[in-house]
């Protein structure tokens, strides 16, 4: 089955400063790539996601990157701020499946 | 539009006692997960429905998990007898599932914290 490994477990940075979460897939059939956030005692939700036929995808202060070849994809966030701070988590699913591998998710601290 | 609902938001029960939570999917949603997820964790995927039938329960503990959705809406996970290392928040997500797709975004619910004692 798939196997999705993220990096780093936990992240510090100042207020303003960029942000990078790593994650790499194990199943090339993987082709649907969502990232979640997930607030302290709330539910994940929904921030990006990306395919397998574009290799970018950016909304706002947040961007997905992801190379199908070294099966790796990124979230970069910029200009963090405060409420940035939870843990996100990447997922990985493959083609006709609903069915996500999550991620062991990044604590992400932003210092003000 | 409402989202995905859960009840209860917390449950603290002793090892050994039964356990059940609901969940009442978004409207029109055909496709219907339980996740388990453990402390410093990412969800892990115990059952799926599409409507009222079973997709995947590869991974859920059938010696004490069951669940159903009877008539393809809202859904209940029991946990039977129930152990330390069940604590845990337990996650209903759903998602249009309408048909072969590929990957489709879910939306959690809010979640069941469980304490076992």
């Known amino acids: 089955g798939e196997n999705v490994e993220q990096h780093p477990s936990t992240l510090s940075v100042q207020e303003g400063d960029s942000a990078v979460i790593k994650c790499t897939y194990s199943d090339s059939a993987s082709n649907y790539f969502p990232w979640y956030k997930q607030e302290l005692g709330k539910r994940p939700q929904l921030i990006i996601d990306?395919?397998?036929?574009?290799g970018e995808k950016k909304d706002q202060r947040i961007a997905v990157t992801l190379n199908k070849t070294a099966k790796h994809f990124s979230l970069h966030i910029t200009e963090t701020q405060p409420e940035d701070s939870a843990v996100y988590f990447c997922a990985a699913s493959r083609r006709g499946s609903y069915i996500p591998t999550f991620g062991r998710g990044t604590s992400l601290i932003v210092h003000p | 539009e409402a989202g995905v609902a859960q009840s209860p938001r917390y449950k603290i029960i002793e090892k050994r006692q039964s356990v059940a939570f609901w969940c009442n999917p978004i409207?029109?949603?055909?496709?219907l997960y339980w996740y388990q997820q453990i402390l410093g964790q990412g969800p892990k995927l115990l059952i799926q429905?599409?409507?009222?039938?079973?997709?995947?329960d590869s991974q859920l503990p059938k010696d004490r998990f069951s669940a159903e959705r009877l008539k393809g809406v809202d859904s209940t996970l029991k946990i039977q007898p129930a152990k330390l290392e069940d604590s845990a928040v337990y996650l209903c997500?759903?998602?249009?599932?309408?048909?072969?797709?590929?990957?489709?975004?879910?939306?959690f619910g809010p979640g069941t914290r469980l304490l076992v004692l």
């Open positions: 990306i395919r397998s036929n574009v």
């Open positions: 997500a759903s998602s249009l599932g309408i048909g072969p797709r590929e990957g489709e975004t879910q939306y």
């Open positions: 409207s029109g949603h055909a496709t």
């Open positions: 429905f599409q409507n009222n039938g079973v997709v995947d």
